[in-house]
């Protein structure tokens, strides 16, 4: 089994920042993309960035530029600093991997529980 444990999220004030992280532990052989995505209340979960295993990127239009997504393969983590948080990024942030638990199998998604992150004065 895999498990991703999140940290990092609170209430901060517009204009505020916080830092993600994300650790995944558990039957890993290799893990691929690892990413972050959010869900406010009464919308739909996004995406907001994903990282492949060497380093490439993509965000969500929204948070470019103030966002930035970065892992660690030796520690299987992957981190979110985020800056100048404003009254549209309040959410549950989930982080995501895409595990391969053995040799020639494919990967398989799994999810954090989840942290929420809130933004007022």
């Known amino acids: 089994q895999v498990q991703l444990v999140e940290s990092g999220g609170g209430l901060v004030q517009p204009g505020g920042s916080l830092r993600l992280s994300c650790a995944a532990s558990?039957?890993?052989?290799?893990?691929?993309?690892m990413g972050w995505y959010r869900q406010a209340p009464g919308k739909q979960r996004e995406l907001v960035a994903i990282?492949?295993?060497?380093?490439?990127?993509n965000y969500a239009d929204s948070v470019k530029g103030r966002f930035t997504i970065s892992r660690d393969n030796a520690k299987n983590t992957v981190y979110l600093p985020m800056n100048s948080l404003n009254p549209d990024d309040p959410a549950v942030y989930y982080c995501?991997?895409?595990?391969?638990?053995?040799?020639?199998?494919?990967?398989?998604?799994?999810w954090g529980q989840g942290t929420q992150v809130s933004v007022s004065k």
């Open positions: 995501y991997a895409g595990v391969q638990v053995r040799l020639l199998s494919p990967p398989s998604d799994y």
């Open positions: 990282i492949t295993r060497d380093g490439s990127t």
């Open positions: 558990g039957n890993i052989f290799s893990i691929y993309n």
